[in-house]
């Protein structure tokens, strides 16, 4: 099966397009390294397709009148009482209800863990730990750290981290900022204090390295088009459409397995993605995902160590 990959990189396209090696990016303090050679092509486990899914674990962590499917119209001075409750559904029933929906469809997800939000429940915290998910980084709290300082910025991510790592015994090394908007600085700082990917990144269907600081430093790409906070927190898509629209998804990331890496990323949030009918699809897609040969179910860590190993 002739490829676009394969065309380029027979009339030596790929080298004129860059894409061998791009420059460094002012700024950045990083620069890409693709996966570009017929040995990093493909999942050294054998998977035609590796799927990531991620659970978010925010709730209790947000700050008073947070956005939220109620109007955004209360005066100035007051709590939003009801948008506060529809937050607490997120750790009272919906984290609970997909911990049951992972186990009984034998997969193991990364959770993104606002270290607030741990701390409000860390025997939450400790039983996704416990049963066998990776716990990650997402900031201490909902602040934007983007227009930090580089010492406000490193304290900050410091701060959720060991929130983390005290409440579960968790070491997280993988780090998620708010809205995906991290600065200049972060992944310098993410380096500084030991951690190995974050997922701050749409630009691939696949994990690729970055240099930091002359570093390999790891990218496991998230998802907007998989992600309930913005299909059906947003009013746009019913949970029906959610999973037509990941399984299509899925069904053409398949087919280019054949012969090239690929990775699917679905997202979930604790008060959207852990509601009845949202588990009920999502472990009916899940299944769907599982007759297929080669499919397997990575957490983040696993995928990052994954080409971290690679020559």
Known sequence: MSTRRTFMRQTGALGALGVLGTPVLAGSGFRETPQSSSSSSRWPDGSRLVVSVSMQFESGGQPDN????????????????????????????????MLDNWDELGIKVTSHMVGAAVLKNPDLAKEIVTRGHEAAAHGMNWRSQYSMTYPEEKA??????????????????????????RGENTLKILKELGFKYNI???????????????QNFAVVPYTLRC?????????????????????????QLYKEGATRRRQLSISFHDRIGGTPQMVKVTYDLIRYMQRHKGVTFKRKDEIAEVILSEP
Request: hydrophobic share 35%; no cysteine.
């Open 66 to 97: 947070a956005e939220s499917p109620f109007p955004q119209n209360m005066l100035p001075g007051f709590r939003d009482l009801p948008a506060a409750t529809w937050y607490e559904y997120g750790y009272q029933e919906g984290i609970p209800r």
């Open 156 to 181: 900050f991510v410091r701060e959720g981290a060991d929130a983390i790592r005290q409440v579960t015994g968790f070491n997280p090394v993988g780090y998620n900022a708010n809205w995906l908007r």
């Open 200 to 214: 701050d990144d749409l630009s691939r269907d696949e994990p690729f390295l970055t240099r930091v600081e002359g």
């Open 227 to 251: 992600n309930d906070i913005l299909l059906i927190e947003g009013k746009n898509f019913s949970a029906d459409q959610f999973a037509q629209q990941v399984r299509a998804e899925f069904d």
